[in-house]
T-cell receptor, first 114, second 111 residues
Framework: DTEVTQTPKHLVMGMTNKKSLKCEQH?????MYWYKQKAKKPPELMFV???????INESVPSRFSPECPNSSLLNLHLHALQPEDSALYLC?????????????FGEGSWLTVV | DQQVKQNSPSLSVQEGRISILNCDYT??????FLWYKKYPAEGPTFLIS?????DKNEDGRFTVFLNKSAKHLSLHIVPSQPGDSAVYFC??????????FGSGTKLNVKP
């Protein structure tokens, strides 16, 4: 089972709104990721949580605020976003296998900032 | 500077024939390589991976080849099916946390 669940699937928000994206996995994976993907571009790493601690922040603007309440949940809080932040936001979790580490993605949350 | 490159943005193949998708990397520290498939409006789906200690890994119709000296990997799909039409991303990692993705190749399998 490699299921990563993201909600909501679609979100439209104004530039003054505060909203959150949610991600959940019950596979016992101890690392979780937020990626951003724009059309015809590769996924772009934003944040990595390892054992519920933020281990990587790829210089993401502070209008994006991650939170990892427990080992199964990952949130991305959004505030004062810009239209150029409109993208597909992907959550992933990492499993350590015998040959290496693999990340499994959720279906993504489509964000439109108006 | 992109460390993982997919130089072919698109590939068109007839159903039943072989699809070959290519990927190059620059960082010799990468030790694990992955391929993902992505349909529109969905997240990437993991397909197959290969460790740097191997040069080939096979899973059903999918085979990944790794040429470390050339810093090149390829994904072979045989036989190709219309349902394989999607964008394919290769990815590479060195260590535990960071995964670097190529820009993707859009595969179209014609019936």
């Amino acid at each position: 089972d490699t299921e990563v669940t993201q909600t909501p699937k679609h979100l439209v928000m104004g530039m003054t709104n505060k909203k959150s994206l949610k991600c959940e996995q019950h596979m016992g994976h101890r690392a979780m990721y937020w990626y951003k993907q724009k059309a015809k571009k590769p996924p772009e790493l934003m944040f990595v949580y390892s054992y519920e601690k933020l281990s990587i922040n790829e210089s993401v603007p502070s209008r994006f605020s991650p939170e990892c309440p427990n080992s199964s949940l990952l949130n991305l809080h959004l505030h004062a976003l810009q239209p150029e932040d409109s993208a597909l936001y992907l959550c992933a979790s990492r499993v350590r296998e015998t040959s290496g580490n693999t990340i499994y993605f959720g279906e993504g949350s489509w964000l439109t900032v108006v | 500077d992109q460390q993982v490159k997919q130089n072919s943005p698109s590939l068109s193949v007839q159903e039943g024939r072989i699809s070959i998708l290519n990927c190059d990397y620059t960082n010799s520290m990468f030790d694990y390589f992955l391929w993902y498939k992505k349909y529109p409006a969905e997240g990437p789906t993991f397909l197959i991976s290969i460790s740097s200690i191997k040069d080939k890994n096979e899973d059903g119709r999918f085979t990944v080849f790794l040429n470390k000296s050339a810093k090149h990997l390829s994904l072979h799909i045989v036989p190709s099916q219309p349902g394989d039409s999607a964008v394919y991303f290769c990815a590479a990692s060195a260590g535990f946390n960071k995964f670097y993705f190529g820009s993707g190749t859009k595969l179209n399998v014609k019936p």
